[in-house]
């Protein structure tokens, strides 16, 4: 049942200033809190986190014929500083639940009733849709790229000098961690279209009326992330497309709707 005018209210009491920033220090000071426990919790357990980000590489390598596969540092201090990128990786991954409830419980109090509903399904559907953008890259994107850059390997190598992949750790990791988070923003398109629907700065008529473009863009950017090949971009542009799609439909069903005479 719908909310009346008068059931529709705003819960936050009129606070001074100073208030509002002591309320916003709180917050931040909880969510700096919640991070520095995950970055302890992750530092703790950075060698499994390693290994989960380094598999999918050790797995290719394995197939074309390396035995050990490895990665490597050259400089002193390189491996403990992968440490901690690993662990401020893990950290926000763990911590962002409730980073995000701490920014939604500043936020919440100046929301009417209906507009809270409106925004907890948005809410709830990020940390989802993040989680399918980095498992399409890890399960999906990874295997594809890593096998067709690994097969420039040569063994044999010209006069005798092999060529053989054996990536820096710190330049693996880096890679590997900004496609992850690439790809679980990328899969925020229906949440963010939803939003700017909600506001009216967009409807789903128009979203329809530039599907050709955005099917060229979202193309774009599936061959800006894969490999060179067919098969690789038609991997990641599909998903990209169907996301579009989606996003045509959540715009329709939460769009400003113009009022009739």
Not at 142 to 160: L, S
Request: hydrophobic share 55%.
């Amino acid at each position: 049942m719908a909310d009346t005018k008068e059931d529709d209210t705003i819960d936050d009491k009129p606070m001074p200033l100073l208030d509002h920033l002591i309320e916003l220090r709180r917050r931040l000071m909880w969510s700096l809190a919640v991070f520095a426990v995950c970055f302890a919790l992750s530092y703790y357990f950075s060698g499994t986190i390693y290994y989960v980000l380094a598999k999918p590489l050790a797995d290719v390598l394995k197939t074309m014929g390396s035995p050990d596969p490895k990665l490597i540092y050259t400089q002193l201090y390189e491996a403990f500083f992968v440490r901690i990128k690993v662990a401020m990786f893990g950290g926000l991954f763990l911590g962002f639940p409730m980073i995000a409830c701490q920014l939604w419980l500043f936020v919440a109090p100046g929301l009417y009733r209906s507009e809270r509903r409106a925004f907890l399904p948005f809410l709830a559907a990020t940390p989802i849709l993040f989680g399918l953008g980095a498992s399409l890259a890890y399960f999906v994107l990874f295997p594809i790229a890593f096998h067709f850059f690994a097969g420039f390997q040569d063994m044999t190598g010209g006069g005798g000098v092999p060529i053989e992949l054996v990536p820096k750790v710190g330049e693996y990791l880096d890679l590997v961690m900004k496609m992850i988070f690439a790809c679980g923003i990328i899969f925020q398109m229906p949440v963010g279209i939803a939003l700017l629907a909600k506001v009216g700065i967009t409807n789903s008529k128009q979203l329809r009326g530039m599907r050709r473009w955005a099917i060229v863009i979202l193309t774009v950017v599936a061959a800006i992330f894969s490999p060179p090949d067919p098969i690789s971009m038609a991997v990641v542009a599909v998903p990209l497309i169907l996301l579009y799609e989606i996003s045509i439909i959540t715009a329709s069903w939460v769009e400003t709707k113009p009022v009739e005479d």
